[in-house]
């Protein structure tokens, strides 16, 4: 079983430019997440997909992040513009839906974003 | 809101040596807790998760974590340590019972091993 895929996996931009994440999970997985790692930190969720709407967004800095999941499978993060602050490592995760009973969220390897 | 607490951003130990990594949560329904590792430059691997059934959680690579209730705990732990159990371990907790999968994590703790 193909795991999730997450391109590109490093990317380095100037502040105020824009920069856009791919991510593709596991065939069959009704929900998909995003979530923010800073150096240091433990992931922070952004935002979370149930198919192809918006379960929860809470945590998205609405003013600059931007995402969506069309027809329910991959997905595309955006950031415009960016700031120093986001410099972090974005993972993308995909699980099951809960009612499977499996509870286990399956992560991709990650963007690491640089903004300089 | 559901929070877990992670004792120790460093941990070093002996190769052969007790793991013992720390994680107390904070919940007010009855919660499924996680342990994550995270190698260097990878995305998150599931070590092992309580889901409200057996309160001793035994997962891969050895590890296993005791669920207790009393101390608001879930200790991560391995009898030996390995070289290569070198790595940064998350604690979370979902409030899955409401069917929501969230998941929110601890810090992280760096696991060192000593030759």
């Given at each position: ?47 979370q997909f149930q198919?192809?709407g918006v379960v929860d ?60 | ?99 929501n ?15």
């Amino acid at each position: 079983e193909a795991g999730v895929a997450q391109s590109p996996r490093y990317k380095i931009i100037e502040k105020r430019q824009s920069v856009a994440f791919w991510c593709n999970p596991i065939s069959g997985h009704a929900t998909l997440y995003w979530y923010q790692q800073i150096l240091g930190q433990g992931p922070k969720l952004l935002i979370q997909f149930q198919n192809n709407g918006v379960v929860d967004d809470s945590q998205l800095p609405k003013d600059r992040f931007s995402a969506e999941r069309l027809k329910g499978v991959d997905s595309t993060l955006k950031i415009q513009p960016a700031k120093l602050e986001d410099s972090a490592v974005y993972l993308c995760a995909s699980s099951p839906t809960v009612s499977s009973g499996i509870y286990e969220q399956y992560f991709g390897p990650g963007t690491r974003l640089t903004v300089t | 809101a559901q929070s877990v607490t992670q004792l120790g951003s460093h941990v070093s130990v002996s190769e052969g040596a007790l793991v013992l990594l720390r994680c107390n949560y904070s919940s007010s329904v009855p919660p499924y807790l996680f342990w994550y590792v995270q190698y260097p430059n990878q995305g998150l691997q599931l070590l092992l998760k309580y889901t409200s059934a057996a309160t001793l959680v035994k997962g891969i690579n050895g590890f296993e974590a005791e669920f207790k209730k009393s101390e608001t705990s879930f200790h991560l732990t391995k009898p030996s340590a390995h070289m290569s159990d070198a790595a940064e371990y998350f604690c979370a907790v979902s409030d899955v019972n409401f069917g929501n999968e969230k998941l929110t994590f601890g810090t992280g703790t760096r696991l060192t091993i000593i030759p």
